[in-house]
């Protein structure tokens, strides 16, 4: 190793894209870098002390709000007492916790989690099991995976086969293969301006028995969906939908898997979208909301009888050959207990459900504003679809995300769809100040 490695400061100190960054056009963001030194509670610090109201939870995993405490606290508790033990063949007490505290906080019947490290390795992961439930019953056959259009699924080769967001696909091709797609539950023509859940949705989910008539439903694995469309654009579910899909798989003999990385940890006002909406999944992906964005972590929740099939072997053998070093990590099984542990104290979902009607009422109001054509709402949630400029996708949100901005709310946008997904304490005057911000904004759009 040569001396200047060693040197405290970079010689490249001094060059802003040595990171390169995800999902970042990298030479616009040279011309002008977007930088938060700190955060507490509702917002972003910036190094020159500028405070911007967060309207993503950082991205869509702060849920309990900045700066937490007894997070922090716990965090390096941690530290200081283990650093770091493997999970291959050995553990310690706080990951055996915090799954018990975890399987608690599930749906009744989800009774065991499989520790990854984010919601990509989490998807990746649930896929693996469902292919390995079907063949640890002698089904080696059922190896396809179904997604649906509009679905998000992180970025791993099992996540991305099965999301349904083409430009994400583009350059990686290719991927998995049997892999098919349900359309989007959704129709703008009879269910824009749905407040959670629209009617009408049930075609969209007899779709399904439509692909197991040209895929043979004893070739398929898995069905996957995001209980509420998330990054695709806040999509709820029509209601039955998902009472449908999941009576379609039971009697197909086919799993049916959430991806919860968005809508768990309390987005909708339950635990997890499935407690939410009665339907209970057999598998569970989630993260982001797991450690309140504090620690990497993400898992999947088990049904008692998908971890059962793995159990008939020898008492000697591995059930299952997957995983990573840094699962059930000391720092993130702390960080996710004392999250839990704020939920409970802080009573944190019972204040969301004081909120709830006021974030709808208000979102909603923006219905007649310059350029918007559909509002969606479902929990803390929020998108709002503007019309096109001609020639220009994606132009309008990209002005309606930078207006918001420099007036001091942190929004995102999907091309032309605006979302939001602030952290669950956020109080009366900050709903205010973020959709006043949206409203401005679109006023200045042309």
């Excluded at 899909?245 to 309390?266: N, P, Q």
């Excluded at 898992?299 to 840094?326: N, R």
């Excluded at 909603?364 to 559909?374: E, P, Q």
């Amino acid at each position: 190793m040569t001396a200047h490695a060693l040197a405290p400061e970079s010689r490249r100190d001094n060059a802003p894209d040595a990171f390169w960054m995800p999902f970042t056009p990298m030479r616009a963001f040279r011309q002008a870098p977007l930088l938060f030194e700190r955060a507490e509670g509702m917002h972003y610090i910036t190094p020159d002390g500028r405070r911007v109201l967060d309207g993503m939870a950082g991205l869509w995993c702060v849920n309990a709000g900045h700066g937490q405490a007894r997070i922090i606290d716990a965090i390096r508790e941690a530290a200081g007492r283990l650093d770091f033990v493997s999970s291959f063949k050995m553990s310690h007490p706080g990951a055996q916790s915090y799954a018990a505290r975890l399987c608690d906080f599930a749906p009744e019947g989800i009774d065991h989690v499989f520790f990854v490290n984010s919601g990509s390795e989490a998807v990746d992961t649930a896929l693996k099991i469902a292919r390995a439930y079907h063949q640890a019953r002698g089904h080696a056959g059922r190896t396809k995976l179904i997604g649906r259009a509009k679905g998000y699924h992180g970025m791993g080769w099992g996540g991305l086969s099965v999301s349904g967001l083409g430009r994400h696909k583009a350059a990686f091709g290719p991927l998995l293969p049997d892999v098919a797609h349900l359309p989007l539950p959704y129709d703008r023509t009879s269910m824009a301006f749905s407040r959670g859940q629209p009617e009408g949705g049930l075609a969209a989910a007899e779709a399904l028995e439509t692909l197991l008539q040209i895929h043979d439903p004893a070739t398929v694995a898995a069905v996957i969906v995001e209980p509420v469309t998330g990054s695709g654009g806040v999509y709820p579910p029509p209601k039955g939908y998902l009472e449908r899909l999941r009576a379609i798989c039971d009697k197909h003999g086919i799993l049916l898997i959430f991806d919860e990385v968005i809508t768990g940890f309390g987005r909708l006002g339950s635990p997890f979208a499935a407690q939410a909406y009665g339907v209970r999944p057999d598998l569970m992906s989630c993260a982001k909301g797991m450690t309140n964005g504090a620690v990497p972590m993400g898992g999947v929740l088990v049904a008692g009888h998908v971890y059962d099939a793995f159990m008939a072997g020898p008492p000697e053998a591995i059930e299952l050959l997957h995983g990573y070093t840094y699962s059930a990590h000391p720092l993130a099984c702390a960080a996710g207990l004392a999250t839990l542990d704020v939920f409970a104290e802080q009573d944190i979902l019972g204040q969301l459900g004081k909120v709830l009607p006021l974030w709808e009422e208000r979102a909603h109001r923006l219905k007649g504003s310059a350029h918007v054509v559909d509002i969606r709402t479902a929990g803390l949630l929020c998108a709002i679809d503007l019309a096109p400029r001609p020639g220009s996708d994606g132009a309008r949100g990209g002005e309606a995300n930078t207006l918001c901005l420099d007036a001091g709310a942190l929004i995102r946008n999907a091309g032309d769809t605006l979302v939001l997904s602030p952290p669950l304490v956020i109080a009366p005057a900050e709903i205010e100040e973020i959709f006043a911000a949206i409203e401005q904004a679109l006023g200045r759009i042309d």
